[in-house]
């Protein structure tokens, strides 16, 4: 069973950033996507950015150019978020396929006061 861990969430002011970390307990490689959803208080779960494993990217019109997915070339996907703004407030999920399988992990809180 693959897990997948969150870790870097957070309190940030308007305008700040923060960078999340996703870690697999298993090669990044082995994921044909990876991806980041957010999901706010009284919201459905969103995407937000994605990688596959060829390293094409893909991004919400919400936070293209200020978001950045990346992974390294052990087991973990991170998601750079600069210019925060109080919209982004929100529980923020990584996702990977293996196969036709998605795994979530658990979410990590971001906060970003006004």
């Known amino acids: 069973q693959v897990q997948l861990v969150e870790s870097g969430g957070g309190l940030v002011q308007f305008g700040g950033s923060l960078r999340l970390s996703c870690t697999a307990s298993?090669?990044?490689?082995?994921?044909?996507?990876v991806a980041w959803y957010r999901q706010a208080p009284g919201k459905e779960r969103e995407f937000i950015a994605s990688m596959t494993a060829g390293g094409s990217t893909s991004y919400s019109d919400s936070v293209k150019g200020r978001f950045t997915i990346s992974k390294n070339i052990r087991n973990t996907m991170y998601l750079q978020m600069n210019n925060l703004k109080p919209e982004d407030t929100a529980v923020y999920y990584c996702?990977?396929?293996?196969?036709?399988?998605?795994?979530w992990g658990q979410g990590t809180q971001v906060t970003v006061s006004s």
């Open positions: 298993t090669s990044i490689f082995n994921f044909k996507v």
């Open positions: 996702n990977a396929f293996q196969g036709s399988v998605p795994f």
